[in-house]
């Protein structure tokens, strides 16, 4: 288990995206899989960085780790106002150019991206945990969580 | 992230879009784009061969270029698009509205 704790600003972005990268290297995915934790970890932030802590700076935690040997787990920890990206509503994708807008879009890549995903607060804290199958794990990959192994949700982080 | 201009033929300017469109970058991306539009009176085509990542903020670039360039009369395509940027288009439905190509090639003949 590794963590990271830097100041919830853009500015710290590539940082904070580095250290879930390394720890995806470490485990073992693939480059393409890589992106796609990359990703999702952004949206997930950049949604802390804007709601969770709307008009004062604050920090925000990672918690990196293997569950099962088979499972990556992304804990985000924030002391902002209580905030849970995901209950934003999905936006409509169908929708033509005219009519498109693109609020709600980041998180419901984060969701698309993620085998599971849960909320919740915790005292002063948002913990946002995504998780992400391993390939060749025995779980398939994107949207059917309904095969996945339950994620502990009772398990604490940090 | 860094756009650089690789020809100009047809009424169609094609630019290369290398490295990654993120919420730090995609700022400076919209803003050298749309400089651009303003500019010119060419179509855009995007070739995304060199580009390794895409994220929401890129895509709500995307989305204000190619409104621009529409209310222009003016079109914005993409081609060579990376399997996982080709993901994002597809998963946020991008792809439906914006036309994406295999190769410059594809994008110049169809337009």
């Given at each position: 288990?590794?963590?990271?704790?830097?100041?919830?600003?853009?500015?710290?972005?590539?940082?904070?995206?580095?250290?879930?990268?390394?720890?995806?290297?470490?485990?073992?995915?693939?480059?393409?899989?890589?992106?796609?934790?990359?990703?999702?970890?952004?949206?997930?932030?950049?949604?802390?960085?804007?709601?969770?802590?709307?008009?004062?700076?604050?920090?925000?935690?990672?918690?990196?780790?293997?569950?099962?040997?088979?499972?990556?787990?992304?804990?985000?920890?924030?002391?902002?106002?209580?905030?849970?990206?995901?209950?934003?509503?999905?936006?409509?994708?169908?929708?033509?150019?005219?009519?498109?807008?693109?609020?709600?879009?980041?998180?419901?890549?984060?969701?698309?991206?993620?085998?599971?995903?849960?909320?919740?607060?915790?005292?002063?804290?948002?913990?946002?945990?995504?998780?992400?199958?391993?390939?060749?794990?025995?779980?398939?990959?994107?949207?059917?969580?309904?095969?996945?192994e339950p994620f502990d949700r009772s398990e604490s982080w940090p | 992230m860094e756009i650089v201009k690789l020809e100009e033929k047809d009424n169609c300017v094609r630019v290369a879009v290398k490295g990654r469109i993120d919420a730090v970058t995609a700022p400076e991306f919209e803003a050298e784009l749309n400089q651009w539009v303003s500019q010119g009176t060419a179509d855009l085509l995007m070739d995304l061969n060199g580009l390794d990542y895409i994220s929401s903020a890129g895509l709500r670039s995307i989305l204000g270029i190619t409104k621009k360039l529409k209310k222009d009369g003016r079109a914005l395509m993409l081609c060579s698009l990376r399997d996982t940027v080709k993901e994002v288009f597809d998963i946020s439905g991008f792809s439906t509205i914006i036309p994406i190509y295999d190769s410059p090639e594809a994008a110049l003949k169809k337009r």
């Open positions: 288990m590794s963590a990271i704790t830097l100041t919830a600003e853009l500015s710290q972005l590539a940082d904070l995206i580095a250290f879930v990268r390394q720890a995806a290297q470490s485990a073992g995915f693939v480059p393409d899989r890589i992106r796609e934790i990359e990703l999702a970890t952004e949206e997930a932030l950049v949604n802390i960085f804007q709601y969770a802590y709307p008009d004062v700076m604050g920090k925000v935690r990672i918690d990196c780790r293997m569950v099962n040997d088979s499972r990556l787990a992304v804990a985000i920890a924030d002391y902002g106002i209580p905030f849970n990206s995901l209950d934003f509503p999905d936006p409509d994708v169908g929708a033509g150019l005219e009519d498109r807008h693109t609020g709600g879009l980041g998180v419901f890549l984060m969701k698309k991206l993620t085998d599971d995903r849960q909320y919740r607060r915790e005292g002063n804290q948002n913990i946002l945990t995504l998780v992400f199958d391993k390939p060749g794990s025995g779980k398939d990959r994107i949207g059917d969580t309904a095969q996945s | -």
